[in-house]
């Protein structure tokens, strides 16, 4: 049985590491469907839409999605994000992202840093209620807003679900439990946002009772965001709702390199989709000099995902190598190779 996959690049360097990805792939003998597709800066300067209804069909008729990168604008009316808009629709509520130092990277902060970072995907600040209140339901909202009255004020609300709690933490317990990884750290500020945070703290303790033999921490994002630097190989598995895990895997990738390293699998129940944690780097787009590592350890996840296990581990190990003997490389890690030299040497070693 084959495979259909939607073949997403997106915008600016998106399409760079995008043909990287293809180098790779056709070398890996799987019967796969590409079903080529659009979205993004490109496509809202041409429609106004950033994911276009001909995306949406390519994206319900695969089986999964391998995304680039996209533009995104600040301050633009009516503008949303296309990779939101796409992980809300298909309720990909899971963001699992994996840093591991790999030898041979000399941008590597330390060499024995292995974690897997579950973001929750879908609530928090990113759900998109965001408005300008009017003076009397600034009042009416909440007695503390009282404090406010009189000011021009913006609200973004950080809305958290219990069920969106529960399955996040519950993705990374059967991540670790299933991955033989021993300890899961939950990352929150409830000493300071004390009900939405405090449901996280409740249902990570209740789906952490379901795991006696994996060990649990609990910790402030504020304070992960200091021992990641002083002692990030303490880090295994850990979890945290939506805006922190977005902060905190910038700097995870730093630590493993740069974000030319962070891979990413958007998952939910029946869909998911691919995509390395950059963006689109607009400075770079089309100049094929930028590091494609990061696209091909998402291809990695991409084959774990599907099920193909074997293949996955293969190009883990080709990855590897190539960075280990550092002969090609990009200009990040101080090479003079391009992206596609790079996806080459990968492809060689599968
Ligand atoms: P960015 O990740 O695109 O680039 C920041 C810098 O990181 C680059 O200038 C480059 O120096 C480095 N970098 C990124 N990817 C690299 C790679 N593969 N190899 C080597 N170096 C790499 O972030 P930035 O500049 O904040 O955003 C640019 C655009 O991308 C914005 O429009 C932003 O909204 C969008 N974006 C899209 C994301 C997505 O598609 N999921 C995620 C993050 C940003
Ligand atoms: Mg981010």
């Given at each position: ?90 309720d990909l509520y899971i963001n699992m992202r994996p840093f ?121 994002v504020d304070a992960v965001a200091m021992w990641f630097i ?115 040497e990968v492809a060689k070693n599968l």
């Open positions: 049985m084959g495979y259909r996959i939607c073949r997403l690049p997106g915008d600016g360097i998106g399409h760079d590491v995008m043909k990287a990805a293809m180098i790779v792939m056709e070398k890996i003998p799987l019967d796969i469907q590409w079903v080529d597709a659009e979205a993004g800066w490109r496509m809202w300067e041409k429609y106004q839409n950033t994911v276009p209804d001909e995306t949406w069909k390519a994206l319900e008729s695969a089986d999964c999605c391998l995304f680039g990168a996209i533009t995104s604008k600040p301050g633009i009316k009516g503008f949303l994000s296309a990779i939101l808009q796409i992980r809300q629709k298909f591991k130092s790999y030898p041979g990277v000399s941008l590597n902060y330390r060499d024995d840093i292995d974690m897997v970072l579950f973001r929750e995907n879908s609530e928090d600040l990113y759900s998109g209620v965001e408005f300008y209140p009017t003076p009397e339901a600034l009042i009416d909202m909440h007695p503390r807003m009282e404090r406010f009255k009189g000011k021009d004020v913006a609200v973004s609300c950080r809305v958290i679900t219990r069920e969106g709690c529960r399955r996040i933490c519950e993705a990374a317990f059967r991540f670790a439990s299933e991955n033989g990884r021993k300890r899961v750290t939950g990352v929150h500020k409830a000493n300071v946002i004390r009900l939405t945070d405090g449901i996280f703290l409740e249902e990570f303790r209740k789906v952490a009772e379901k795991y006696p033999q994996i060990e649990t921490a609990e910790e402030n002083k002692k990030p190989e303490f880090y295994d598995v850990l979890v945290t709702t939506n805006m922190f895990g977005d902060i905190l895997s910038d700097e995870a990738a730093q630590l493993v390199g740069s974000l030319g390293f962070a891979a990413s699998a958007n998952i939910g129940d029946k869909y998911a989709l691919f995509e390395p944690s950059h963006g689109s780097a607009p400075k770079y787009a089309g100049q094929f000099k930028v590091n494609p590592t990061a696209m091909l350890l998402s291809v990695k996840m991409m084959l774990d995902w599907l099920g193909e296990k074997e293949w996955a581990a293969r190009l883990e190990a080709a990855i590897a190598k190539v960075l280990l003997e550092g002969k090609v490389k990009t200009y990040d890690l101080g090479g003079v190779n391009g992206t596609l030299e790079m996806a080459e």
